[in-house]
């Protein structure tokens, strides 16, 4: 199997591969710098989520995250598609069968594969519930 070439990801007018300068949480938008282009900084670009009505799960992509854009055939409007992991910013995930959410001094790791669910945090963790709380396990341990 022949490794792919730098030259496979190349840029063209609509899909855009640049660096996060600017967020902006209230309008869930953000400006994206081109480097092939001079350094040409965006407008206010939408950021796409997995979903946007009833169960939605949105994330900001961070300043300086690489990202992937799909711009318009004129670059004027256009949004993020997603982040790009690369050598300075690698997966926190190492396995196939783990979905992980890494912040600052803490981890939140679901295992498909075992059923593991794994959570550090430096701060509290509260549980709210309308109705029933239930804990049920073969053994236990509270520290």
């Given at each position: 199997?022949?490794k792919?070439?730098?030259?496979?990801?190349?840029?063209?007018?609509?899909?855009?591969?640049?660096?996060?300068?600017?967020?902006?949480?209230?309008?869930?938008?953000?400006?994206?710098?081109?480097?092939?282009?001079?350094?040409?900084v965006?407008?206010?670009?939408?950021?796409?989520?997995?979903?946007?009505?009833?169960?939605?799960?949105?994330?900001?992509?961070g300043?300086?995250?690489?990202?992937?854009?799909?711009?318009?055939?004129?670059?004027?409007s256009?949004?993020?598609?997603?982040?790009?992991?690369?050598?300075?910013d690698?997966?926190s995930?190492?396995?196939?069968?783990?979905?992980?959410?890494?912040?600052?001094?803490?981890?939140?790791?679901?295992?498909t594969?075992?059923?593991?669910?794994?959570?550090?945090?430096?701060?509290?963790?509260?549980?709210?519930?309308?109705?029933?709380?239930?804990?049920k396990?073969?053994?236990?341990?509270l520290a």
């Amino acid at each position: 199997m022949s490794k792919r070439s730098d030259s496979e990801y190349g840029q063209n007018p609509t899909a855009r591969r640049g660096i996060v300068v600017d967020r902006d949480p209230k309008t869930m938008r953000v400006k994206v710098q081109f480097e092939d282009e001079d350094e040409l900084v965006t407008q206010w670009i939408d950021v796409l989520a997995k979903t946007s009505t009833g169960v939605s799960a949105f994330q900001m992509p961070g300043e300086k995250d690489e990202v992937w854009c799909a711009m318009d055939a004129k670059g004027e409007s256009g949004c993020v598609i997603g982040s790009r992991y690369n050598a300075k910013d690698a997966p926190s995930g190492n396995a196939n069968d783990q979905i992980v959410l890494t912040f600052a001094g803490g981890y939140v790791r679901l295992e498909t594969g075992s059923g593991n669910v794994a959570v550090k945090t430096p701060g509290s963790v509260n549980i709210e519930a309308a109705g029933e709380f239930t804990v049920k396990a073969a053994k236990g341990h509270l520290a």
